[in-house]
């Protein structure tokens, strides 16, 4: 219920880096925790990460850690996704959400999807 807005997608080279962000609007996001996930063509949407109202508490699946970072940015009321290091395979639509989020995992509250942006990953 929540009005996030994903931006920042595009093109990139292997090996390259990107910044997505996820905006919100009417409401603060300090008090939420938020969470990025991604969807390839043919794909089940999968959970990339996410960061507790906390920007030092976040969460990351194996396939991402060490290379994608989760910040926020309270006076932009904008959370970010740094990604570096970018591989073929991160090639996803990306999409952002309330989310319950610890140390070891994450859910989405809610059912409903922004209309996310497209990171194409190729050469």
């Known amino acids: 219920q929540l009005q996030l807005v994903e931006s920042g997608g595009g093109l990139v080279q292997p090996g390259g880096s990107l910044r997505l962000s996820c905006a919100a609007s009417?409401?603060?996001?300090?008090?939420?925790?938020i969470g990025w996930f991604r969807q390839a063509p043919g794909k089940e949407r999968e959970a990339v990460g996410c960061?507790?109202?906390?920007?030092?508490?976040?969460y990351y699946v194996h396939s991402v850690k060490g290379r994608f970072t989760i910040s926020r940015d309270n006076a932009k009321n904008t959370v970010y996704l740094q990604m570096n290091s970018l591989k073929p395979e991160d090639t996803a639509v990306y999409y952002c959400?309330?989310?319950?989020?610890?140390?070891?995992?994450?859910?989405?509250?809610?059912?409903?999807w922004g209309q996310g942006t497209q990171v194409t990953v190729s050469s």
């Open positions: 009417g409401f603060s996001l300090d008090g939420y925790a």
């Open positions: 960061i507790s109202s906390k920007d030092d508490s976040t």
């Open positions: 959400a309330a989310c319950h989020c610890w140390d070891r995992g994450m859910s989405k509250k809610g059912r409903s």
